[in-house]
């Protein structure tokens, strides 16, 4: 058993609320492959705990009070606030508290070459690059990643090497309680208004980030994000840039798209040839994850021959540019863009999709972020042939009346054939009655929006019955 102490105490059975999460679950499974006794609650079951369950896990469906069984440590998730039943009860109790962050970063302490993936947009599939490369080139890597990607049957994998890579969110500056050896930034964009003043307040996170990596250490960074060098002039560790526009130390050159949006290109290592590289997911924005992927495998002494191979045989996480399937020769995706700049930048790949005409259906996620960039939200729609607006998906925040979806549809330009359609099964009626053969239907939000295309292959199955 990997030992944690804490205030000069033992821990040997620690207990997770919230543990069904996508990060929660996959630090529970590693406490319980280090020797703990791991017990958790959450508000519904799914797959994620029965897995759990699996391996000893002691899962609560529901919070309640009766649900601490005297555990030394209670871990909680962002979602889990301090008036939670269980929480109350471990205060009275005086058990000791710590919050997701600060345990995945005591887990990475315990890690000789931890890596990190930071930025606006991009890191779980960047994570989920780097983590097939590492894999595929036999350094039996530790992965946490958010979503679920097939090649490692879930979410998570525990490795035997001092190898550990990660997603490092910069909401709350959770990733502050981080210890990267490699700390990745891919960029830096306006998001999380409802905890950050401004760009200038988010900069200054990332640079406490990457000021986190120790002198011996490596920032792999993205020289074309406009903010990047303001992050890492007075840095005393290791420095690795890659590019498409700026001069870097990595940079993409002569790129290519195949019918289907995915690129080929050449990269070049501090001017010299490093290779021709083939992604299987399209979209410009992915050269760029590709780029930090290679940088990152090239760092840690990946043969270039081996990243070359092994990076063509990546084909994607769910939820990011995800064929579904097809109905009446329409064809379905799925992609988990929820702020303007991602939804831009996943309607240029869906361009380079074959296809008719686009359909761009968007769930806004939380009423701050849709108020935040309400305009920038409506400009982001020029690449789709029709648009229909869902209802905002709250998540964690309660209703704003400043703001809606309706709202959003009319700040767009007059042009534009967009739509107000706020709930799941109207919008399937909706599409299934005007969409057309060689069309393409895009689903894309954070929260439930993925229903849609789920729904439409089911519909068109059953009819077709």
């Known amino acids: 058993m990997i030992s944690f102490d804490i205030n000069n105490r033992k821990i040997h059975h620690i207990h997770l609320i ?67 039943p269980e929480r109350m009860k471990a205060a009275a109790l005086n058990i000791a508290e710590m919050d997701r962050a600060e345990m995945l970063g005591k887990i990475m302490k315990q890690y000789g070459k931890a890596i990190a993936v930071a930025g606006s947009h991009g890191k779980t599939t960047t994570t989920s690059l780097i983590s097939l490369l590492l894999e595929y080139s036999g350094l039996d890597p530790t992965i946490l990643v958010g979503g679920e990607l097939d090649e490692i049957g879930g979410n998570i994998k525990i490795g035997e090497s001092p190898h550990f890579i990660t997603e490092a969110c910069e909401y709350v500056e959770s990733f502050l309680r981080f210890a990267p050896f490699i700390g990745i930034i891919l960029n830096v964009d306006e998001d999380h208004l409802d905890y950050y003043r401004d760009i200038h307040h988010i900069k200054e996170a990332f640079k406490k980030f990457a000021a986190l990596i120790p002198e011996n250490g490596f920032l792999i960074a993205c020289q074309d994000d406009e903010h990047i060098e303001d992050i890492y002039r007075d840095l005393n560790c290791n420095i690795v840039t890659y590019s498409i526009e700026r001069p870097a130390d990595f940079m993409a050159t002569a790129i290519t798209f195949d019918p289907k949006g995915c690129a080929t290109f050449k990269v070049l290592h501090k001017g010299e040839d490093f290779g021709e590289f083939h992604i299987g997911i399209p979209g410009k924005h992915n050269v760029y994850n590709a780029l930090a992927s290679i940088a990152t495998a090239a760092v840690l002494g990946v043969d270039p021959e081996a990243i070359k191979k092994n990076i063509h045989r990546y084909r994607g996480i769910h939820r990011r540019f995800e064929i579904l399937g097809n109905f009446n020769d329409i064809t379905v995706v799925d992609d988990y863009a929820h702020h303007p700049v991602e939804i831009k930048a996943t309607l240029e790949a869906a361009k380079q999709f074959p296809h008719k005409k686009i359909w761009a259906i968007f769930q806004p996620h939380t009423y701050s972020r849709t108020k935040a960039f309400l305009q920038d939200f409506a400009n982001s729609f020029k690449d789709a042939d029709h648009v229909i607006i869902a209802d905002i998906y709250a998540a964690r925040e309660p209703e704003d009346k400043e703001v809606s979806s309706k709202k959003l549809v009319e700040l767009m330009d007059e042009n534009l054939d967009a739509h107000y359609i706020g709930g799941i099964e109207d919008i399937v009626s909706y599409v299934y009655e005007n969409a057309s053969p060689g069309d393409l239907v895009l689903t894309m939000g954070a929260g439930d929006i993925y229903r849609v295309g789920e729904s439409l292959l089911k519909k068109s199955k059953i009819i077709e019955e």
């Open 18 to 84: 919230g543990i069904g999460g996508i990060s929660m679950s996959a630090i529970a499974e590693i406490l319980l492959n280090w020797g703990y006794r791991v017990s958790g609650s959450d508000v519904k079951d799914s797959k994620l705990l029965d897995k759990l369950r699996s391996h000893g896990g002691e899962i609560f469906i529901g919070h309640h009070e009766d649900n601490i069984q005297n555990p030394d440590l209670i871990v909680y998730s962002a979602a889990i606030k301090k008036t939670n």
